[in-house]
T-cell receptor
Framework: AQTVTQSQPEMSVQEAETVTLSCTYD???????LFWYKQPPSRQMILVIR??????QNATENRFSVNFQKAAKSFSLKISDSQLGDAAMYFC????????????FGTGTLLAVQP | DAGVIQSPRHEVTEMGQEVTLRCKPI?????LFWYRQTMMRGLELLIY????????DSGMPEDRFSAKMPNASFSTLKIQPSEPRDSAVYFC???????????FGQGTRLTVV
């Protein structure tokens, strides 16, 4: 079975600085997708970024980028120029590329942004 | 589109009562998911549908839980009878195709006293 591990329960960053959130996963599959979701206090789950396992290039969305290391099964999220609105819980998630369509989530990292 | 719509946003009920959570997926999305979020277990998939048909319900905890999708624009998650350990945030999500992103509703916070 696939598992997703986020080893940092909490992180803190100064406004305008850069922070990296860690995520590792375990799978025997070669075809899969990885995601980072943000959950602010409003509770809404918001997709931040996605990465297809078959793509070697790391995904980027504005200030958000990932470091995808397939061999190491690592998928970290880098937030550049952190803003107060980035404060939230961040979840790493895995989805199989096969018939199983469910998302498997990590336990989350609570990010605080200090002004 | 207004996104995935869940109702109610908050529900407080007494142990033993029936609870029904509702979800309207994004129009055109063929996949609908029900997730539960608790402090102890994090986010876990309960069940998902494809074209209104339940595909995987292995995450449904007990027979007290049931889910239906009578049409493409509506789904319910029912707990009967409810217990205090069912207290959690329940999310509904939908996606267009298997490998596209899932869009989440704002969740229903259920408290069973």
């Amino acid at each position: 079975a696939q598992t997703v591990t986020q080893s940092q329960p909490e992180m803190s960053v100064q406004e305008a600085e850069t922070v990296t959130l860690s995520c590792t996963y375990d799978t025997s599959e070669s075809d899969y997708y990885l995601f980072w979701y943000k959950q602010p206090p409003s509770r809404q789950m918001i997709l931040v970024i996605r990465q297809e396992a078959y793509k070697q290039q790391n995904a980027t969305e504005n200030r958000f980028s990932v470091n995808f290391q397939k061999a190491a099964k690592s998928f970290s999220l880098k937030i550049s120029d952190s803003q107060l609105g980035d404060a939230a819980m961040y979840f790493c998630a895995y989805r199989s590329g096969g018939a199983t369509n469910k998302l498997i989530f990590g336990t989350g990292t609570l990010l605080a942004v200090q002004p | 589109d207004a996104g995935v719509i869940q109702s109610p946003r908050h529900e407080v009920t007494e142990m033993g009562q029936e609870v029904t959570l509702r979800c309207k997926p994004i129009s055109g999305h063929d996949y609908l998911f029900w997730y539960r979020q608790t402090m102890m277990r994090g986010l876990e998939l309960l069940i998902y549908f494809n074209n209104n048909v339940p595909i995987d319900d292995s995450g449904m905890p007990e027979d007290r839980f049931s889910a239906k999708m009578p049409n493409a624009s509506f789904s319910t998650l029912k707990i009967q009878p409810s217990e205090p350990r069912d207290s959690a945030v329940y999310f509904c999500a939908s996606s267009e195709q298997p490998n596209t992103e899932a869009f989440f509703g704002q969740g229903t916070r259920l408290t069973v006293v």
